[in-house]
């Protein structure tokens, strides 16, 4: 569609009434659902409570599992991708998420960053060993609960 003006710019829009750049790189904010279940308002309603009982019970079990041994993380980050399919408050939750992981990562790629990290990592374990070479010294291959006053 052009006005007859040299400078002006045409925008590409996607079906949904998105623009195509956002479209390419992350989908439209909204409902996920099929048609026929946005088309009738009860219906969508309780697709709506279903996504949000279904990603309650998953972020849940995922908060159970932080102290537990399991996933948590994961599983918490997967209830949120369960409540993104229709909530637009977790798809943004979502998107803010990658974002700070992908600057962290690429933070972590940084040549000073990982010297610090090797360094810190490096010096942990160096002091780890010498508080496990002095208990050997000291006490010998004794379990702690079983070390009598000395």
């Given at each position: 569609m052009s006005t007859g003006s040299s400078d002006s710019?045409?925008?590409a829009v996607v079906a949904d009434g998105t623009d195509a750049d956002t479209a390419e790189g992350e989908r439209g904010l909204g409902s996920r659902a099929p048609?026929?279940?946005k088309a009738r308002r009860?219906?969508?309603l309780s697709w709506q409570v279903g996504v949000f009982v279904v990603g309650l019970a998953v972020v849940v079990a995922g908060v159970i599992m932080l102290p537990?041994?399991?996933p948590g993380w994961v599983v918490i980050f997967g209830g949120m991708a369960i409540w993104a399919t229709e909530f637009v408050w977790a798809q943004l939750v979502l998107r803010w998420t990658?974002?700070?992981v992908t600057e962290a990562?690429?933070?972590a790629l940084d040549p000073k960053v990982r010297r610090r990290n090797i360094i810190l990592t490096v010096t942990g374990f160096v002091i780890i060993g010498a508080i496990a070479g002095f208990y050997l010294w000291?006490?010998?291959l004794v379990m702690p609960w079983?070390?009598?006053d000395q």
């Open positions: 710019v045409e925008v048609e026929f279940v009860m219906l969508h537990l041994p399991g990658k974002r700070k990562a690429q933070r000291k006490f010998g079983k070390i009598e």
